[in-house]
């Protein structure tokens, strides 16, 4: 007789936080290679190029040869990136988490209404709205540095170009954020190695 197939349990899915130069994609490399030799399969979702940023991006230059922000405006922006979030959300994480996997991903959507916060000076709630509709993941972790301690390291991986006044804005948007009183906050001032774990230990928190 045919056994009958039980439903995988769900898997768990962890998400990252904090300003550029924060290490996100560091801790989140890190904790991936962990959870996989100690609670299974272990997907690192990482982050690319929107296809709707692409999109405008191309449009913007075509129609004034500036960039999206500036001929579409920061809010049309914001909110049109969101359906990309959304999508990505439902059409690839979604999966693999029903499907019993643990999702470990580098950003949140905290991550992009905090910078539409620190770009405008005030939150977008019709793009917060939006992005409500995903779920929260069962654990987000806030690396939160110091924006002088981020804007050294950003500057010595030599790939990126910040300044420290919008660091500072985008690390004051995080703190403004209701949600940020339920993250858990990890001290991004300590070395990777301190940082990656304090964030293990959670994490064998969250799986026991």
């Not at 000076?121 to 779920?135: A, N, S, V, W």
Request: glycine share 6%; hydrophobic share 35%; charged share 30%.
């Amino acid at each position: 007789m045919p056994t009958q197939s039980s439903t995988p349990k769900r898997g768990k899915h962890i998400q990252y936080t904090g300003i550029d130069g924060a290490g996100k994609s560091t801790q989140a490399g890190k904790l991936t290679y962990y959870l996989l030799k100690k609670y299974g399969p272990t997907y690192l979702a990482e982050s690319r190029t929107d296809f709707i940023s692409k999109l405008m991006h191309t449009l913007a230059w075509q129609h004034g040869r500036t960039d999206r922000r500036t001929y579409y405006g920061d809010h049309v922006v914001d909110f049109a990136k969101a359906f990309d979030v959304i999508r990505n959300h439902n059409t690839e994480i979604e999966p693999l988490l029903a499907a019993g996997m643990h999702v470990v991903e580098p950003r949140s959507i905290y991550c992009r209404t905090a910078m539409a916060l620190a770009m405008t000076g005030k939150r977008d709630e019709k793009t917060e709205q939006l992005l409500e509709l995903i779920p929260k993941p069962n654990l987000l972790v806030w690396i939160d540095t110091d924006p002088r301690v981020a804007l050294e390291r950003v500057q010595k991986r030599g790939i990126d170009v910040e300044k420290l006044e919008d660091l500072e804005k985008f690390s004051s948007a995080l703190r403004a954020m209701p949600p940020s009183q339920k993250w858990v906050r990890i001290d991004g001032n300590m070395s990777r190695q301190k940082i990656f774990l304090e964030t293990r230990k959670h994490a064998d928190i969250l799986f026991s």
